[in-house]
């Protein structure tokens, strides 16, 4: 059964920095793509960032460039999102997603993810 476990949510000030983390467990392809999607009160889900674990392009959306870097750990399966410089408007429940390489055209953040976690929540207050 695949899972997805985030961490690394909480709550911090306008400016301040948080690292999430993500496991992913259970997947036996040794292709797929991992990334992080957040959704805001009130807002519908948006991608963050994604990528092709093991190298390739990483995307990110518009509003996160500059600030938000998205890392692969040691373990393959472990995928960082370090949020720097971080805004009110950042404020979402954030959810890991995953998604076997075979089944969508790219890893961009408009692609169909399969697999989703609980998601951690992240809060900046001006």
């Known amino acids: 059964q695949v899972q997805l476990v985030e961490s690394g949510g909480g709550a911090v000030q306008a400016g301040g920095s948080l690292r999430l983390s993500c496991v992913l467990s259970g997947y036996s392809s040794n292709t797929y793509c991992m990334g992080w999607f957040r959704q805001g009160p009130g807002k519908e889900r948006d991608g963050v960032a994604a990528?092709?674990?093991?190298?390739?392009?990483?995307y990110y959306a518009d509003s996160v460039k500059g600030r938000f870097t998205l890392s692969q750990g040691n373990a393959k399966n472990t995928l960082y999102l370090q949020m720097n410089s971080l805004k009110p408007e950042d404020t979402a429940m954030y959810y890991c997603a995953a998604a076997p390489r075979y089944s969508v055209p790219s890893c961009s953040l408009e692609s169909r993810y399969n697999y989703w976690g609980q998601g951690t929540q992240v809060t900046v207050s001006s």
């Open positions: 990528r092709l674990i093991g190298g390739g392009t990483t």
